[in-house]
């Protein structure tokens, strides 16, 4: 399940399972998702419970399930090795830093998704390539917590300038770089923030598949060791240290 | 009502300060200057004891400037509190050694006030109180037993003066203190009790606001269900533009979870909802509440611009607010065509910068804050 990036190309579509108890966002969710197209939704139902033990590359989460929030379940979801996305309206920084640091891959805000922007974080999820949307630029760029992950002024200024613009154009014309640098500003944030979090295999693939594709160097991860040790949470099996 | 309440407590702590101050003063006044004078011929030595009498009074004076403006001893009390005891020590020297426990020596009885003045409401007052007034002790006892003054009538002489000196001195303090502490308490309580009407408004004026949302997104909604009830095509773009927008101010709605609005949040969501009623479609992520306290020309600075922008929105718009301790960013994307751009960035007097960037159709707008 979701090696594709590290053994090679995907052979088919990326399987989605979706937990979601508003028919309406099912019906908008599947038709997103109506084939032919690269991402297949394989199982749907309104609790945990009820997509639990069906194999799917990615499981695309709401936080709000029958009014219960469920941001406590994504560790124990993402401890297993399940790709998180979390699809919620609940855009707050706290919220999102809460399901980052607990191990989802991504978290899209209901009130600006499209279709394309949906379809392009699962597809980098699925490869464990780092995606970073608008509410998590936020989330990462606003940190001030003490263990908070190091960035620098441009890679906080690209998440800030993500978030608050209309596109990564503007955010490149703004800062008057290359599109693709301003990618490599966000994507470095977003690794950085990883390291720092708690430890998830999730988060590991996406550190060894960073260093991969030379987002950065293995000795980079450092702070994740260190600060699992400093905060006596378990053996920090730190990716790539 | 508080402030009756702070008032009553601050006149508390100045007027039993002040209490202490004219005590001593009567009793300076009163008692040593008539014990001086009167008895001048029975002192060995009485112009020492005058002079301590003036020095009594300079101690005073400065302890009773130092209550007047504060409401508190001096801040420096060490060189004071041994003048204070010089004074008691000149007295006694100044006395003829038989007179030691007379009616002349009126130091040791009334040099404790001056601890009382200097000592008042520090923070070590106790401390410092009980520390001079074992010294006045201490001196006149040394001075017994370097004189023989120890038969049994000295004695209890001895003890009389100096256990109701104490007691008076110390109770008085102890006394005041007390009724200070019940005063602070009850501006204390009132505090808690003014902030808790504060919150309980505020929440229901938030209840009211978000009621009356509700309500106009209710009659939104109604009118959608008739028109589609009716034959209206869900494929219709408008139909579908309308229950798009309706959806977005519910689901703000429910994000919103601030208790007490913030200033620069009040003045978007009123912007954002003239938006609406306007049919812009308006996506607004949750503001989030831990924005740190703006000056006002900050937030003047900070809202103008993307307000601007919002207000002329033509059929969409987007509102961010980022904020850390130290910075505070708004930003609006919206399809306004007519809204003026600058190519640099403006800066503003109170330090807020101000970028404009056009591009596909829509502005973007961008008014930074960052703390100095």
Not at chain 1, 53 to 63: E, F, K, P, R
Not at chain 1, 155 to 161: I, Y
Not at chain 1, 189 to 201: L, N
Not at chain 2, 247 to 267: K, S
Request: hydrophobic content about 45%.
């Amino acid at each position: 399940m979701g090696q594709q990036h590290l053994a090679g190309p995907v052979t088919g579509p990326v399987t989605v399972a979706l937990v979601e108890d508003h028919q309406v966002v099912v019906d908008g969710v599947r038709s997103w998702f109506s084939p032919p197209g690269p991402v297949e939704l394989v199982a749907q139902g309104p609790t945990i419970e009820s997509v639990l033990g069906t194999a799917a590359d990615v499981l695309l989460l709401d936080l709000n399930l029958n009014g219960t929030m469920v941001v406590g379940r994504v560790a124990e979801l993402c401890q297993g090795g399940q790709r998180v996305i979390v699809f919620s309206e609940h855009e707050e920084p706290e919220t999102v830093r809460a399901v980052l640091d607990a191990g989802a891959s991504a978290f899209i805000g209901k009130g600006r998704a499209t279709r394309d922007s949906c379809l392009e974080t699962i597809m980098d999820v699925a490869a464990d390539r780092p995606n970073v949307t608008p509410p998590m630029a936020q989330a990462i760029a606003t940190d001030e917590r003490p263990h908070r992950p190091q960035l620098s002024d441009k890679e906080r200024a690209a998440l800030l300038f993500w978030f608050q613009s209309m596109s990564k154009a503007s955010v490149a014309a703004r800062m008057g770089i290359k599109e693709r640098t301003v990618r490599q500003y966000i994507d470095r944030a977003r690794i950085k923030y990883a390291a720092a979090g708690r430890p998830a295999p999730t988060k590991e693939k996406l550190l060894i598949c960073a260093i991969q594709d030379g987002l950065i160097r293995p000795d980079e991860v450092t702070v994740y060791t260190s600060l699992a040790a400093r905060s006596g949470e378990g053996p920090g099996a730190g990716a790539g240290s | 009502m508080i402030e009756d309440i702070e008032q009553v407590a601050q006149r508390y702590a100045r007027y039993t300060a002040l209490g202490a101050a004219v005590i001593a003063g009567f009793w300076h006044v009163g008692y040593d200057l008539t014990v001086t004078v009167a008895g001048w011929r029975d002192f060995r030595w009485p112009v020492a004891a005058a002079a301590a009498w003036i020095v009594y009074t300079a101690i005073a004076v400065i302890a009773t400037l130092s209550l007047a403006r504060t409401s508190r001893g001096p801040a420096r009390i060490r060189e004071l509190a041994v003048a204070a005891l010089a004074v008691d020590v000149a007295v006694i020297v100044a006395c003829r050694p038989g007179d030691l426990l007379g009616v002349s020596d009126w130091g040791w009885g009334s040099v404790g006030w001056l601890g009382v003045m200097l000592a008042w409401n520090r923070p070590r007052w106790r401390t410092e109180l009980i520390a001079f007034l074992a010294a006045n002790a201490g001196i006149m006892l040394a001075a017994m037993v370097v004189t023989g003054t120890l038969d049994r009538v000295s004695i209890a002489k001895y003890l009389v003066v100096i256990v109701g000196g104490i007691t008076m001195q110390l109770g008085y303090t102890a006394g005041c203190h007390t009724l200070r502490a019940r005063a602070e308490d009850a501006v204390v309580l009132a505090r808690r009790l003014a902030a808790d009407d504060a919150w309980r408004e505020s929440a229901r004026r938030i209840h009211a606001d978000r009621l009356r949302r509700y309500d106009a997104i209710r009659d939104a909604a109604e009118s959608l269900l008739k028109q589609l009830a009716d034959g209206a095509d869900p494929g219709d773009h408008r139909v579908r533009r309308d229950c798009t927008a309706g959806a977005m101010r519910l689901r703000r709605l429910i994000t919103e979870r601030e208790e007490v609005p913030d200033a620069l949040v009040a003045v978007l969501r009123e912007r954002i909802d003239a938006a609406e009623r306007r049919r812009i479609l308006v996506t607004a992520p949750p503001f989030g509440g831990n924005l740190p306290e703006l000056p006002a020309a900050v937030r003047e600075d900070l809202l103008r611009a993307p307000v601007r922008a919002l207000d002329g929105a033509r059929s969409r718009a987007r509102v961010t607010v980022s904020a850390m301790s130290t910075m505070v960013s708004v930003a609006v994307v919206a399809d306004n065509d007519d809204l003026p751009v600058s190519a640099t960035p403006v800066r503003e007097p109170s330090g807020v910068v101000v970028t404009y960037q056009r591009q596909g159709g829509e502005v973007w707008v961008n008014s930074i804050w960052q703390a100095p």
